[in-house]
């Protein structure tokens, strides 16, 4: 069972990134910072998470949105 869901989760990772590549770690960190910026105000908050890199998958998530909640 719990090799299906990673399974799915992979599937849904590769798809939520669709093509995207980064050059490291770094890239990915600021990245993310330009998306969540758009969600989030705190600035410090932002780099929090992004450096946590924790949030991945959701910052990939939230790309694909078309405007903030």
Known sequence: MENLALIKGLSEASRLLNGM?????YDFEKFSE???RKFIVDKECIKVIASSKAFSFEVMFLKKMK???
């Open 34 to 36: 330009e998306i969540l």
């Open 21 to 25: 590549k980064f050059k490291s770690i």
């Open 67 to 69: 405007a903030p909640i």
